[in-house]
């Protein structure tokens, strides 16, 4: 998949631009506030309806403004697709080749993307909600049947949630949640391990290709249950044990919405142990794991990586343009750039000029 050209209309810091991008590296250069992230952004949100940076899609409109709109041309499988998003005072409408989407997941088939971003190196040692949120997203884009196994799980944990919230609780209702929690749990507990092994299949390379040396790092799954022994029987115990505290304080305290994954470096927590510089390089490489899980070259994610040279060496710096040279679609924000053989698009007071392109 490769995006072609974007298009802008009062989003963010743009009154109106358009951009057609290169197939390989596209480096967005200028200082900081220039509008360079927002584009970052505009790309990502295309890939999956929902921004990195904010939750409140009304933040996205330039200000003073009610409408905006985004724009893109995408080539997948051979096939020019188009993706459209209005933001209206109505709410925001999308559109796939000219016709409304019945579910945002759509998007993600025709455009994947894979983003850093620099608040990603305190991923280690934020709360565990950044990290499942990390596993959950990109879970649900390798596979399909991930995403409505965990639709389904989320329901049914607002449904029991809303219950514990009444004064006097209907136990046996509560009992019949409890067991539809535990069955809907164990298809995402099985995907999480099995998707936490295959990116521990590729995660040292990427880290020892950036950083030039090799050296082991390893991400270690923290289910609430012990995958090894009779999960149903196991988690009714678990939940058994629970039920008074989750009665008491009106919420569903154990389960897979409160399950983790720990980064172990060297044999020891890289969120204890690790430098910033570790902490920065096993964080980029986490995020751009899951683009050598997938073996179709059609089906390759875009990779958006923003700010992400910054407090690296000149020599890291020098590897990973060299490694990400070797990947499909990239784009890459930054206030300096040593390399003139790419793609690059000067931002100067959100105006976007291109560079003459010789390449390599």
């Known amino acids: ?18 951009v057609v991008f290169d197939r390989k590296m596209n480096v967005f250069l200028g200082k900081n506030g220039s509008g ?18 904010t939750p409140d899609d009304r933040a996205l409109l330039k200000k003073g403004e009610q409408e905006a709109f985004i724009k ?25 080749n000219f016709k409304p989407i019945q579910k945002l997941s759509e998007l993600t088939n025709v455009l994947n993307v894979l983003v850093f971003e620099p608040r990603d190196v305190l991923m280690f040692d934020d709360a565990p909600r ?25 329901a049914i944990l607002k ?18 949640l409890t067991t539809q929690l535990i069955d809907a749990s164990f298809p995402i507990i099985k995907a999480r391990a099995a998707y936490l092994h295959d990116i ?11 950083k030039g040396e090799s050296f082991h790092v390893k991400l270690h799954y923290v289910p609430y249950v012990d995958l090894q022994g009779d999960y149903p029987r196991q988690a009714r115990l678990l939940f058994e044990k629970s039920l008074e505290q989750d009665i008491k304080r009106k919420t569903t305290h154990i389960g897979v919405h409160r399950e983790d994954f720990v980064v172990v470096y060297e044999d020891q927590a890289i969120a204890s142990f690790g430098s910033q510089g570790e902490n920065r390089i096993v964080a980029l490489a986490l995020k751009m794991s899951p683009y050598f899980l997938i073996e179709d070259p059609e089906k390759k994610p875009i990779l958006v990586l923003d700010d992400v040279l910054s407090e690296l060496d000149e020599k890291t710096q020098q590897r990973l343009l060299l490694f990400l040279e070797k990947l499909q679609q990239v784009f890459l924000t930054t206030t300096h750039y040593p390399d ?7 931002i100067d007071n959100h105006v976007i000029t291109r560079r003459p392109h010789y390449g390599k």
């Open 340 to 346: 003139s053989n790419h793609t690059i698009y000067t």
């Open 130 to 154: 950044v990290r499942r949120q990390f596993l959950d997203i990109t879970l649900s884009k390798h596979q399909a049947s991930y995403l409505s196994a965990i639709t389904r799980y989320e």
């Open 36 to 53: 360079k992230t927002n584009l970052a952004e505009a790309i990502h949100y295309v890939s999956l309806g929902r921004s990195f940076r």
């Open 159 to 176: 449904e029991r949630n809303a219950l514990l919230k009444n004064t006097n609780v209907d136990r046996q209702h509560l009992d019949l």
């Open 200 to 210: 521990n299949r590729v995660l040292g390379k990427v880290v020892g290709l950036i």
């Open 72 to 96: 893109a041309v995408v080539v997948h499988d051979g096939v020019q697709k188009t993706i459209e998003i209005g933001f209206t005072p109505q709410g925001k409408k999308v559109r796939l």
């Open 1 to 18: 998949m490769i995006l072609e050209s974007l298009e802008l209309v009062n989003y963010r810091s743009y009154a109106y631009c358009r």
